[in-house]
């Protein structure tokens, strides 16, 4: 037992001699540094051979880590296809020929030191994918750090506003549309065999400040994180940033007003046709009213290659109150030509009555000609007013003379050898034909908007959705 004890204690005093060589050589190696070193403070020194412009050696790619906690996506320009980041932009990578101070304070295995030392140290050349502008704020210096951690490595973090294109932005589902926006870091000069770049992030939607779009932060998918370049293979790290557009506030301005102008258009039905001035009034109103938004969303309407669902909205409401107007002049032509019909009868019937009494005074012997003649003027306008579903007046004043009316001169006439009975029009209700026009367009306007309906918000929400 007393044997065992001993080399324990042999073993530990082995340890601890071994570790005060490191820090004696350690220090040594520091001391000698401080004398003709390139930067020299408290923490590391950096010796005279020390080259900037060269990347540190390791087995293998330099692996350089970012950490990118994201506070908010700040702005969309959805016009420009630009999206605005706050961030904190850090990255990590190993320094070994940096000597450090053993003597420091590495309880916490980091030391915080001026981030102007950055430009003293080789730094990674990244670059940001379709960057426009990168700000860092400032208060009274730039807001950042570095840090020299104990195993060797250089970690420099900045607050940061970054600003870059959406190659993603595609606006022919709009209002319904969604973006994939990606933010995608990698190295200029060296491949993926000389670094390779890792990372995490990290967003809390807590942060999010209200936007017109639903945010998400998705990592990169496999195939996104390498770049082919003209020669080369670039290690690429990153996140994809989902962009859902939010419908409600297009529902409440376009979609339910211009959908309640087109019912307020079949109201038109029900005003009696007679009433021309009420009907035209409201149609083209409506009309106007409709064409108006159109242009007005339109303009607020991002550029798109091809024609947007509030477009194809807007224009078939538009296309709807038309139908609705064309239906109405339908019916005003069609009364021209029944009352133009009935016009061209009755100056027909008058010229035969009038052939009729020069007939009786120079040749009474054509009576049974002329009498065929009279029932064939009088079927003429019969069947005018059967056509107008219209009834003869029997109060109205007549268009011939009171002594060329028809009767009058039947009446006066011999009778007719030829004994024929008179064609009666069948009796028909009251019915006018321009309420046979509203009648069949109450049942067919809604049943054509409400198939409208269906198909857009299928073929928008479900079908297209990409």
């Known amino acids: 037992m007393a044997t065992q004890y001993g ?70 320009n959805d016009h420009k296809s630009q999206l605005t980041l706050r961030l904190a932009y850090k990255l990590r990578w190993p320094e070994h020929r940096m000597v450090l101070n053993e003597s420091a304070d590495w309880s916490d295995g980091e030391i915080n030191v001026r981030p102007e030392m950055i430009e003293y140290f080789w730094s990674p050349d990244i670059i940001i ?38 190659k993603g932005m595609e606006f022919s589902r709009f209002p319904m549309d969604t973006h994939t926006c990606l933010f995608k870091l990698t190295s200029y000069g ?12 990290s967003y809390k939607l807590a942060n999010q400040r209200v936007l017109a779009f639903d945010t998400d932060i998705r990592p990169l998918e496999p195939h996104q994180t390498q770049f082919t370049g003209s020669s080369r293979n670039y290690s690429v790290y990153g996140m994809q940033i989902v962009l859902t557009r939010s419908l409600g506030p297009f529902i409440l301005s376009v979609y339910l007003p211009s959908g309640m102008f087109v019912v307020m258009s079949w109201v038109s039905f029900f005003i009696p046709p007679d009433i021309v001035p009420a009907r035209i ?8 009213v409709l064409i108006n938004m159109f242009n007005f969303t339109t303009a607020r309407i991002p550029v ?22 064309v239906e109405y002049a339908v019916i005003l032509r069609e009364e021209v030509l029944i009352k133009r019909n009935k ?51 029997t109060t109205s004043k007549s268009p011939f003379p009171m002594h060329l009316s028809p009767n009058n001169i039947a009446h006066s006439l011999p009778p007719s050898p030829i004994n024929q009975p008179k064609w009666t029009p069948p009796e028909e209700p009251p019915q006018h034909h321009k309420i046979n026009w509203d009648k069949h367009s109450t049942m067919l306007f809604p049943v054509l908007a409400a198939t409208f309906n269906c198909i857009y918000w299928v073929y928008y929400l479900y079908l297209d959705k990409k």
């Open 190 to 201: 060296y491949d993926t065999t000389h670094m390779k770049l890792s990372g995490k992030f």
């Open 343 to 393: 016009r061209k009868a009755l100056s027909t019937t008058s010229t035969t009555l009038f052939e009729l009494k020069k007939e009786e005074l120079s040749n009474p012997s054509s009576v049974n000609s002329i009498h065929h003649q009279i029932e064939k003027s009088q079927e003429a306008i019969q069947m005018t007013h059967c056509k107008s579903n219209m009834s003869l007046p």
């Open 129 to 166: 994918h379709d960057l426009i502008s990168f700000v860092k704020p400032q208060v009274l210096n730039d807001v950042g750090a570095m840090e020299i951690l104990r195993d060797q490595s250089v970690y420099y973090k900045v607050r940061s506003t970054v600003t870059t294109v959406c």
């Open 7 to 76: 080399a324990y204690i042999i073993i530990h005093l082995y340890y601890i001699l071994v570790n005060l060589a490191i820090i004696i050589s350690t220090g040594s190696v520091f001391s000698d540094c401080i004398k003709d070193g390139l930067l020299v403070s408290e923490v590391f020194c950096l010796p005279n051979n020390y080259r900037k412009d060269v990347p540190p050696t390791t087995n293998g790619p330099l692996n350089v880590f970012f950490k990118l906690p994201v506070t908010e996506v700040s702005e969309i």
């Open 281 to 288: 009034v409201l149609l083209v109103t409506l009309c106007l």
């Open 304 to 325: 798109a290659n091809s024609i947007t669902a509030m477009e194809v909205w807007l224009l078939a409401c538009i296309v709807l109150v038309f139908l609705t107007l």
